[in-house]
């Protein structure tokens, strides 16, 4: 079946814009997650869903940052007046159950001039 | 978590067995110990997950010492396309976010 999709596959943005990046997960995988991966190293974790619910936002790195996922499926992460060291790639990941196999779409890349 | 340590980058030629160790000095009881592949503009993707001894899959091997402080990534007879970065990664089933280093950066040469 088909894998994770994300949307744009690149978005160069204004400083000071907001920006809204799509999540397409496998169908029916409960969790979802999305990581923030800089030049050079590895993904970081920002935030965590089971279903429709936001279980872990520890990884969000200012208050600009908001991730959704309304319906438990497709999930958006939002981020406002980005700002230079917004850019990066931005992964998402869906698994069928927390802590199994996480199966990752080919991400967003954000250049925030 | 247990905090891991792997070596920058390796280099190899097609053909040879690509053997990638990684430290991990304080996993835990509970802790697994898995390894994700990642080629370039393409998300990572899971390799192999293992408790200790030996586990293989089609892909590779991985190698556990009773102690489980360290494992070894057994790649055999590497192609051009397994070039990529290559991350070692231990944490609980009960978690749910993945921690990353900066991986091993391998490079194959024909």
């Known amino acids: 079946g088909a894998g994770v999709s994300q949307s744009p596959r690149y978005k160069v943005a204004k400083r000071g814009q907001d920006v809204a990046l799509r999540c397409d997960p496998i169908?029916?995988?409960?969790?979802l997650f999305w990581y923030q991966q800089a030049l050079g190293q590895g993904p970081e974790f920002l935030t965590y869903f089971q279903n429709e619910a936001q279980l872990d936002k520890s990884g969000l790195p200012s208050d600009r940052f908001f991730a959704e996922r309304p319906e438990g499926s497709v999930s958006t992460l939002k981020i406002q007046r980005t700002q230079q060291e917004d850019s990066a790639v931005y992964l998402c990941a869906s698994s069928l159950v927390p802590r199994n196999e996480q199966f990752f779409g080919p991400g967003t890349r954000l250049t925030v001039l | 978590l247990a905090k891991t340590t792997q070596p920058i980058s390796m280099d190899s030629y097609e053909g040879q067995e690509v053997n990638i160790t990684c430290s991990h000095n304080n996993i835990a009881t509970n802790d697994y110990i898995t390894w994700y592949q990642q080629f370039p503009s393409q998300g990572p993707r899971f390799i192999i997950q293992g408790y200790k001894t030996k586990v293989t899959n089609e892909v590779a091997s991985l190698f556990i010492p009773a102690d489980r402080k360290s494992s070894t990534l057994s790649l055999p007879r590497v192609s051009l396309s397994d070039t990529a970065v290559y991350y070692c990664l231990v944490g609980d089933q009960a978690g749910t976010a993945l921690i990353f280093g900066k991986g091993t950066t391998l490079s194959v040469s024909s």
């Open positions: 169908s029916g995988h409960v969790s």
